[in-house]
């Protein structure tokens, strides 16, 4: 019977395969099988509402187009070679093509307590979510076919590297990088993807003179609410076991996203007099992507103050991005996901330290008693797949416009995506 490494949490070592030679846990196989189930309902229909409504009337089915087309196309690079080169031994840098089409990968082949084929499609679910996080940096001036490129080489060269290095066995897992479950992998590279992309690019038509309100924040509400939800998928199921670590991580994933959104209401209440509907979910959202690298690590005092400051946090870096910078990331993807996977990623070397008491791990990050060391190792992290993701993020956003095209016309985007590249329309009244 073949044993895959097991992901403990986020530090998925590469030990010898006797160490991992366990009997399946059904109770553990139907967690991650839901959680699995949740984290692609947080597209699928999540995400893909909460931004559908974010966007303006003529560009609502564009959205969704977009990310379902993104789960289509990462399933069969997954199931070709991406799985392979994620979490096969390989080296440091990349993992090896041992399972490409998923060879190996039977009934009988387990990761941990887990079937292998649960393991394969919980991580596919993460490699669907993390390139559909990028489409709000390009909402509504994204040509589909520059899409489609962008997806194929984006999560080749950049999302599976990433998690190779962090969860398949790579150098930032060596080094004893926390990242329970994909502050570094997701958020940050989906963040700096769409901050990138959104400077490339340049600005929707009209940014900063004609208004651009959300055209359905009912739409988006419901979307919120299915993140909200799926995210205990997440953070939750990244224990790869039904445990005390999941049952941790779904308790602290609740409270920051609370505490992110009562965070994020009350900065914009004070600042402009209103609180609003798209901040307070916003605010979950923020809250939600801080707190998911140290969800396994932290305890309910570290979750609360880690909320907290993912609210204020990425409520001040989203008005300083688009009014002081000018840059038109079109539904907040860099000041929510990459700001909030950055502070996450640093807060973790903080709050699992033993040496904080009630605000600490209080045991989670076995071993974590320094807290300068840790956090330096963070820093690493976030520095080097920041500066990776933007760096090869750039050379393909070129290299698509010189082959397919970046932008639709002038024309097309006045227009809107929905008819421009799809003849079809969202509404029909």
Not at 17 to 45: C, E, H, K, R, Y
Not at 151 to 157: A, I, N, P, Q, R
Not at 223 to 235: E, P, Q, R
């Amino acid at each position: 019977m073949k044993t895959m490494p097991m992901m403990a949490g986020a530090l998925l070592a590469l030990a010898p395969l006797s160490a991992f030679a366990q009997t399946i846990s059904g109770a553990d196989t139907a967690w991650i099988m839901t959680a699995t189930a949740l984290v692609l309902f947080m597209t699928l229909p999540g995400l893909s509402l909460f931004y559908a409504g974010l966007v303006r009337v003529r560009n609502v089915l564009s959205v969704l187009m977009q990310c379902f087309t993104i789960c289509c196309v990462a399933t069969i690079i997954w199931f070709a070679y991406g799985y392979s080169l994620a979490f096969s031994e390989g080296n440091n840098w990349i993992g090896d093509l041992s399972n490409v089409f998923l060879s190996g990968v039977s009934v009988d082949s387990t990761s941990g307590t887990i079937p292998e084929s649960v393991f394969a499609m919980f991580q596919l679910t993460f490699a669907v979510i993390t390139p559909a996080l990028v489409v709000g940096g390009f909402a509504e001036r994204f040509r589909f076919s520059a899409l489609l490129g962008f997806t194929v080489l984006w999560l080749t060269l950049v999302y599976l590297p990433v998690t190779h290095w962090v969860w398949g066995g790579g150098w930032l897992g060596d080094m004893g990088l926390l990242d329970f479950a994909g502050g570094t992998v997701v958020h940050i590279t989906a963040g700096v993807a769409a901050l990138v992309a959104a400077i490339v690019l340049g600005p929707r038509r009209g940014f900063q003179k004609v208004a651009m309100p959300p055209h359905n924040l009912t739409m988006t509400v419901t979307g919120a609410g299915m993140l909200w939800v799926g995210w205990f998928g997440f953070n939750g199921g990244s224990a790869l076991a039904a445990d005390g670590s999941a049952g941790m991580a779904i308790l602290v994933t609740h409270i920051s996203a609370a505490a992110g959104s009562l965070a994020w209401m009350i900065a914009e209440w004070l600042r402009y007099g209103k609180p609003s509907v798209l901040g307070i979910v916003t605010g979950m959202v923020a809250g939600l992507g801080t707190i998911t690298p140290a969800s396994g690590f932290v305890g309910p005092a570290g979750a609360l103050v880690i909320g907290l400051s993912a609210g204020l946090v990425c409520f001040t870096a989203t008005n300083f991005l688009e009014r002081v910078l000018k840059v038109d990331d079109s539904l907040d993807v860099f000041p929510v996901h990459g700001v909030g996977g950055i502070l996450g990623t640093m807060l973790v070397g903080v709050f699992a330290s033993t040496q904080l008491g009630v605000f600490s791990g209080q045991g989670f990050a076995d071993g974590i008693d320094s807290m300068g060391g840790q956090l330096w190792v963070q820093f690493v992290g976030v520095i080097a797949t920041l500066v990776y993701t933007a760096v090869l993020t750039f050379g393909i956003l070129k290299l698509l416009e010189v082959t397919t095209g970046l932008r639709v016309t002038e024309e097309q985007e006045t227009m809107g995506l929905d008819i421009a590249e799809h003849e079809e329309r969202g509404y029909d009244l």
